[in-house]
């Protein structure tokens, strides 16, 4: 619980920050347009990259694979989830909505939250979690913002993007255990630290234009509840009676109950889709993920052990 707290409150100092530069005018419009393209085009790619870079221990095939079929299985609940549940709501916060559903904030939140609970096991199979996580954030999530009727056209759109290229780069440097050479590799895990900074201000930013008073509404709400209740309530359901370890499953179902990942506010920005409402979406998931993440905790530490 104090590690989900200190979290959580590095979030909202980032956020602030990003809220007061914009608010006293120290960046403008264009300024945040480049600092969002900034992280976008190679803050996001370098962390993708130093992410796949991880090295597993001898002894782990088994449980990692059943991790990886997990999560497989997830984004495709996650997918098909999105598009029911949202299905009528006008296109630009569907398309925020059904990101938000595959999109979580597991990268940051997720990998040292299962670590302070199962050691470090459980930061190894949070990252094989989050690696079916990644490229559905990056293939299917990049063509929801930006796709076109030339299906064609948005597969290469999609394709050629630099956090697609990362995975693929990251995915052949994983299973073949190759390293780039030390300085590269220290350039991209430097580039990469800088995410959850740069991340958080540009949604403090995209936050300082938005009159908090409308911050709460319906549908943030709904979708909230189904990010970290329903969702994770299916997985929990789901994982109960497989016959693997419960650090497995403990790790399945609380990456599943992270709230809105930042990078639906950045690409909603980008795209000009709703950057306002995503916002709304990332601050008030967060924000009610203190509460249910701890509650999260302790069930599955009562259940799972």
């Given amino acids: 619980m104090a590690e989900v707290l200190k979290l959580q409150i590095t979030i909202f100092l980032l956020v602030a920050v990003g809220f007061l530069i914009k608010r006293i005018k120290l960046i403008d419009t264009k300024g945040q347009a480049a600092v969002t393209n900034l992280v976008i ?38 997918v098909f989830y999105g598009r029911l549940m949202y299905r009528k709501q006008p296109e630009g916060k ?45 293939t299917n999530g990049i063509a929801a913002f930006s796709g076109t009727t030339d299906r064609k056209k948005t597969l290469i759109k999609t394709a050629t993007h630099p956090c697609i290229v990362a995975c693929a780069i990251g995915l052949v440097l994983m299973l073949t255990g190759l390293r780039f050479p030390d300085p590269l590799t220290r350039s991209i895990s430097y580039l990469g630290q800088c995410n959850t900074a740069l991340s958080m201000l540009v949604i403090g930013m995209i936050l300082a234009d938005i009159d908090v008073k409308s911050l709460v509404d319906k549908t943030v709400v709904l ?51 709703e950057p306002k409402f ?9 924000l009610l993920s203190l509460p249910s993440l701890c509650i999260w905790s302790l069930v599955l530490g009562m259940v799972f052990g």
């Fill in 41 to 78: 085009y190679v803050v996001l790619p370098a962390n993708i990259l130093k992410a796949f870079m991880v090295q597993f221990e001898d002894g782990m095939g088994t449980e990692l694979i059943v991790m990886l079929v997990i999560s497989v299985l997830i984004q495709i609940l996650s």
């Fill in 94 to 138: 569907r398309k925020c909505l059904e990101y938000g559903t595959i999109c979580s904030n597991s990268g940051f939140l997720g990998n040292p939250i299962a670590e302070g609970i199962y050691g470090s096991y459980g930061l190894v199979l949070a990252s094989v979690f989050l690696i079916p996580l990644r490229i559905m954030m990056w």
């Fill in 223 to 273: 979708y909230t509840m189904h990010r970290l209740i329903v969702l994770p309530l299916i997985v929990f359901a789901a994982v109960y009676f497989l016959p693997v370890s419960g650090i497995v499953k403990g790790v399945a179902v609380i990456l599943t109950a992270m709230p809105a990942g930042a990078t639906t506010s950045i690409l909603a920005a980008k795209y000009d889709m």
């Fill in 278 to 286: 995503a916002t709304k979406m990332v601050i008030f998931s967060t």
